[in-house]
């Protein structure tokens, strides 16, 4: 699965344009994540300077990602004229969700497990979703 992830608020405490303290196991779910296949795109305001502080700041704590602020590493913003900003990723993971930022252990098990939001909690209430039965026209 290909994944943005945005940097202030969601792997890191919001104090832009510093940077703040790491948000409760972000890279580690990052990096399990990365060891599992998945593909990182480090999707972020931050640019110049900034941008390559939280780029070094993830890489020191074994953070690579797959792409910066581009679906692929070597895509060239300054030549490519019909360049769109919108990114084709499977996922977005960003503190500005509806809803506000599920905790990393949350989102790994969403990820790592195929498992929606709301899914989750039923389960953490013990509950299921029941599929809707199919009509007789649908077997």
Not at 1 to 6: C, Q
Not at 56 to 67: D, I, L, Q, S, T
Not at 107 to 112: A, D, G, P, V, W
């Given at each position: 699965?290909?994944?943005?992830?945005?940097f202030d608020g969601t792997i890191v405490q919001d104090r832009y344009p510093e940077?703040?303290?790491?948000?409760?196991?972000a890279t580690q779910t990052l990096k399990m994540l990365i060891d599992e296949g998945?593909?990182?795109?480090?999707?972020?305001?931050?640019?110049g300077r900034t941008l390559d502080e939280a780029v070094?700041?993830?890489?020191?704590?074994?953070?690579?990602?797959?792409?910066v602020n581009k679906d692929f590493p070597e895509?060239?913003?300054e030549k490519n004229v019909s360049y769109s900003r919108k990114l084709k990723v499977d996922m977005f993971i960003d503190d500005r969700n509806v809803g506000?930022?599920?905790?990393?252990g949350v989102?790994?098990?969403?990820?790592?497990d195929g498992k929606t939001y709301e899914e989750l909690l039923l389960e953490g209430l013990g509950q299921r979703k029941e599929k809707p039965k199919k009509k007789w026209w649908q077997i």
């Open positions: 699965m290909i994944i943005a992830v945005d940077i703040g303290s790491e948000q409760p196991f998945h593909q990182f795109i480090l999707w972020t305001v931050r640019q070094e700041w993830c890489r020191k704590r074994g953070v690579e990602f797959y792409a895509e060239d913003v506000g930022l599920p905790d990393w989102i790994y098990q969403m990820i790592h």
